[in-house]
């Protein structure tokens, strides 16, 4: 594989960095403590840029200012209608840099600069504009309470929410909490990923050009166990939304219950199962199939990780699929021919190289790739393994890298037991040309999003959140807008000659 420009020259194209400090009440500033971390570029391994390293000291003063910004600002005392035009006229903004925002993220996550510009912006905007029209039409009910009484409820922001995103949609991330917050009225205090701050420091430079008022977002980059548990533990955040691992999920509840009782929404990981029914159009289902597992070089928390495959169409599928992933170029992600472009950093490399040696040392079988695909970079070949048990880790076990387990099934019952086998129930595929398998099986199995005869099938107005440990809450929708309101019911008592 090559990881240079589709004709063979290695042009490492860097783009221009312009924030790299912490950016709070509406000003970007250094840490407290002056320190800084380095952000690198997953196609070298060489520093992108030095970022301002947030901890308690900073997060204190975000907090502050986002509570200041709630209490008495005028943010959640607008109308709906005017939140909704400055969240309309930031979708703008995102829209007009959206060549040098898909290039931040290219640079910083290793994401295809041109599936920045046809997905990831897009979906940003979009969120953006879906939740802008939700912001004036939020309203309770009339209850019917007996007796004296005329009660109804009204639906007013949480508060303060502190956001906490994983490093491989640094953008969609973004955009997926923070729309629904500012329509509720909330105020945010949103800490990125270590490995990729630098495209959510340029949203608040956006947001604040807008006029987002000063306070309402805030974002401090730093690690997860300082400045993410100084926002989880925080007396004075009332909501925390989190998108990132299971092990850290628990950390935030545990935090969450230990302090203020904070709500908690959590999207976790996933081990979703892609299931090919015999029916299926064998060549359109291996290309659903490499889309679903090494899309976004398997950095995906719905990733398509474990295929199932019936068994009338298991050896034609393995052989398709086995040149199919030869065939899906490893390489720069600036590079428009690319496929996949590097893991985010070297963490992440050499665990997805460790889940690797550990399906062989299982007793899987590797049908195709399982190595480096390049010198230099956190490249690796797509991966495709067979004679793999449910009980093997590699089955069990989020990779968070381009590895399928390809397995056959025989009966829809059998299936639908093995589809249920993990822990996790996050998302799930399903290729069929019959509506009553789709269907049976759409109700069997258990998780947050089924996706039939497509996959990755993302839009603003479907809720998408776990079952099991895969968390809980709702991302998307207007579902999403409860983890963001409070419900207050006002009972008022009748005049006696009214009842
Ligand atoms: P991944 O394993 O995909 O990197 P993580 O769950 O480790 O995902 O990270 C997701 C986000 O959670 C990151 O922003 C990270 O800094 C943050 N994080 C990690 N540990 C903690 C913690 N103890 N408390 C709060 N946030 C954390």
């Not at 359109?284 to 950095?299: D, H, P, Q, T, Y």
């Not at 070949?381 to 590699?394: G, Y």
Request: net charge negative; hydrophobic share 40%.
């Amino acid at each position: 594989a090559s990881n240079g420009n589709g004709d063979g020259t290695a042009r490492v194209v860097v783009p221009e960095i312009k924030f790299t400090k912490l950016f709070i009440n509406g000003e970007f500033v250094d840490a407290a403590s002056g320190k800084t971390f380095e952000t690198r570029d997953p196609r070298t391994g060489d520093v992108l840029a030095h970022v301002a390293e947030a901890d308690q000291a900073d997060v204190d003063l975000a907090v502050k200012s986002a509570r200041d910004a709630f209490d008495h600002g005028k943010w959640p005392r607008m109308s709906g209608y005017e939140r909704g035009r400055v969240m309309s006229k930031l979708a703008d903004l995102v829209e007009q840099h959206t060549e040098e925002l898909a290039a931040l993220d290219g640079a910083d996550a290793g994401k295809l600069l041109l599936l920045g510009k046809m997905i990831d912006i897009p979906a940003a905007t979009q969120m953006l504009r879906y939740y802008a029209g939700a912001a004036d039409k939020i309203h309770g009910d009339v209850l019917r309470v007996s007796g004296k009484y005329q009660g109804y409820t009204l639906k007013e922001p949480i508060g303060v929410v502190g956001v906490i995103i994983p490093w491989n949609f640094p953008t969609m991330m973004f955009f997926l909490k923070v729309s629904p917050a500012l329509a509720a009225g909330c105020s945010v205090v949103v800490k990125p990923a270590e490995q990729t701050p630098l495209s959510a420091l340029y949203y608040a430079h956006l947001a604040k050009l807008a006029g987002v008022p000063d306070g309402v977002i805030n974002v401090v980059p730093g690690f997860g166990p300082t400045a993410g548990a100084a926002l989880t533990s925080h007396m004075d955040v009332d909501s925390v939304a989190f998108t990132g691992s299971t092990e850290v999920g628990r950390l935030i509840m545990e935090s969450a219950a230990r302090s203020n009782l904070k709500t908690v929404s959590l999207e976790l990981g996933g081990k979703s199962p892609l299931i090919i029914f015999d029916d299926a159009d064998v060549d359109m289902a291996v290309n659903l199939s490499r889309l679903a597992v090494f899309f976004n070089k398997g950095e995906v928390c719905v990733a398509g990780s474990r295929v199932y495959v019936q068994e009338g169409i298991y050896d034609e599928f393995a052989k398709k699929a086995a040149e199919a992933a030869q065939n899906w170029k490893v390489g720069d992600p600036f590079d428009v021919t690319s496929n996949m472009g590097p893991q985010v950093d070297k963490d992440q490399f050499e665990r997805v190289l460790k889940y690797i040696e550990l399906g062989k040392s299982e007793g899987a079988t590797l049908l195709t790739g399982g190595k480096p695909a390049a010198d230099k970079g956190y490249y690796i070949e797509p991966t495709i393994f067979v004679d793999v048990t449910e009980d093997m880790r590699i089955a069990q076990e989020e990779i968070f890298g381009p590895v399928m387990s390809l397995m056959k099934f025989r009966t829809v019952d059998e299936v639908i037991e093995k589809a249920n086998c993990t822990r996790y129930g996050l998302a799930a595929g399903i290729v069929t040309k019959s509506l009553d398998i789709a269907n049976r099986v759409s109700r069997s199995v258990r998780a947050g999003t089924v996706w039939v005869n497509c996959y990755f099938a993302f839009d603003p107005d479907a809720p998408f959140g776990g079952y099991k440990m895969s968390g809980f809450g709702r991302d998307q929708g207007l579902a999403a807008m409860d983890k963001y309101l409070q419900v207050k019911s006002v009972i008022t008592a009748l005049p006696d000659s009214l009842w």
